[in-house]
């Protein structure tokens, strides 16, 4: 049984660039969330993903967006990158019916130079 | 704002002793509460869990501890093993989305 998949594993961005981050969720899973993970801080919700719609998102700029495809795997844009930006991105997967037990991949580290 | 916080950034503790990590929170509307450990170089990986329903939940050497009238939680971990150095992080849910704490980097000492 796969667990929660993301790629690339590690990304090197200069400001200014676009990037797009990858997550697979866990087998039979159909919610998908994003958060963002400064060093020393916990995670931060940047958004979810059911139906193929935005369902709630957190304190994060426009930059930010995202999208799922039907067979509920997702992906992260930002665009114009600042440097902190930087940071370890998680995406968690779950059942739309307990959204509230999340599990998560391994994160991309995207460091913006 | 952060609405759930970890006071401790660190505990170190012996070979089969217990661990007792705390954590509070402010906002009255969580109502599901969960605890992540975390190593270097991985994504966080689910513990335990409580629902504001029940004041105690246990699986195998760990207890999590709920207090509504206090808004704490406390995660015990009976005995610790060195397996168990990582960092823990508390995480409620009032909606759709996780609320985390800064963590508590957890190390146990042979």
């Known amino acids: 049984d796969a667990g929660v998949t993301q790629s690339p594993t590690h990304l090197i961005k200069t400001r200014g660039q676009q990037v797009t981050l990858r997550c697979s969720p866990k087998s039979g899973h159909d919610t998908v969330s994003w958060y963002q993970q400064a060093l020393g801080q916990g995670p931060q919700f940047i958004f979810q993903?059911?139906?193929?719609?935005?369902?709630q998102r957190g304190n994060f700029p426009d930059r930010f967006s995202g999208h799922q495809f039907p067979n509920y795997s997702s992906e992260l844009n930002v665009n114009a990158l600042l440097l902190g930006d930087s940071a370890l991105y998680l995406c968690?997967?779950?059942?739309?019916?307990?959204?509230?037990?999340?599990?998560f991949g391994p994160g991309t580290r995207l460091t913006v130079l | 704002d952060q609405q759930v916080k970890q006071n401790s950034p660190s505990l170190s503790v012996q070979e089969g002793r217990i661990s007792i990590l705390n954590c509070d929170y402010t906002?009255?509307?969580?109502?599901?509460f969960l605890w992540y450990k975390k190593y270097p170089a991985e994504g966080p990986t689910f513990l335990i869990s409580i629902s504001s329903i029940k004041d105690k939940n246990e699986d195998g050497r760990f207890t999590v501890f709920l207090n509504k009238s206090a808004k704490h939680l406390s995660l015990h971990i009976v005995p610790s093993q060195p397996g168990d150095s990582a960092v823990y992080f508390c995480a409620a849910c009032g909606g759709y989305k996780l609320s985390f704490g800064a963590g508590t980097t957890v190390t146990v000492r042979a």
């Open positions: 906002n009255s509307m969580f109502d599901y």
């Open positions: 968690a997967s779950s059942f739309v019916d307990y959204t509230d037990t999340q599990y």
């Open positions: 993903y059911y139906e193929e719609e935005e369902r």
